[in-house]
């Protein structure tokens, strides 16, 4: 799977462009879509979904980016995903911290697209490797973040900590850098360009891990 990172511009601007060159999967950070308010869209007043669907169809691949969405005044981080012409859907944040203008979304998503199963983990989501963990129990070939401004280490540290726990490659997006983290816990890829691109092998790999408990007997009771 060709992975290609846009960590600078809009997509309006990337769809400007005449030479786009080919990929699997075309990822954009929070810079890709920005504010998108579902009134306007359904309004016609905006139409940013409707490009990164246009850009899907046109461009023969999976489009994802980061934005922050306005549901009748209520704000979340979210990330879209488009192929074929069509937004596959939304997903929001499922956390959300103090002092944040921004609310917890409600759940987490696996989009099936030619590029593979894509568990979508947004922005400070990272922070949780039980987000990455569920993404890859539900089946995700590899988790796409898109990320705001990874201003320290701590988007990579967490980054790695989550395709290790995980199981699977993990790729973060986020304003002037890109990141691949390995199912090993390895940084595979790493860029501060304004687009780069990477080729990634997906592959899954199980192994049987079992645990030595007490209690949970399974002795019958009659006692209720």
């Known amino acids: 799977m060709k992975v290609r990172f846009v960590t600078e511009g809009s997509l309006h601007e990337y769809v400007q462009r005449r030479a786009r060159p080919a990929c699997d999967l075309l990822f954009f950070g929070f810079n890709g879509l920005g504010d998108v308010d579902y009134r306007s869209e359904l309004a016609g007043e905006s139409s940013r979904l409707e490009e990164m669907a246009i850009l899907s169809r046109e461009c023969g691949c999976v489009v994802v980016s980061g934005c922050r969405t306005d549901s009748c005044g209520i704000r979340r981080k979210s990330c879209a995903v488009a192929e074929n012409g069509r937004i596959l859907g939304v997903a929001d ?123 949970q007997a399974l002795a019958r009771r009659a006692d209720y």
């Open 93 to 215: 944040r499922l956390h959300a911290f103090e002092a944040e203008e921004v609310s917890a979304g409600a759940h987490l998503k696996v989009y099936e697209t030619a590029a593979g199963r894509l568990g979508v983990c947004v922005a400070e989501d990272v922070y949780f490797p039980s987000v990455c963990e569920t993404l890859a129990l539900c089946d995700a070939d590899v988790i796409v973040c898109p990320f705001e401004a990874a201003e320290d280490s701590v988007p990579r540290l967490m980054l790695r900590a989550g395709a290790f726990v995980a199981g699977t490659e993990a790729c973060l997006c986020a304003s002037g850098l890109a990141m691949i983290a390995s199912r090993s816990g390895d940084m595979l890829f790493s860029a501060t360009k304004r687009e780069s691109e990477f080729e990634l092998s997906l592959s899954r790999e199980y192994r049987l891990c079992t645990v030595r408990t007490r209690g």
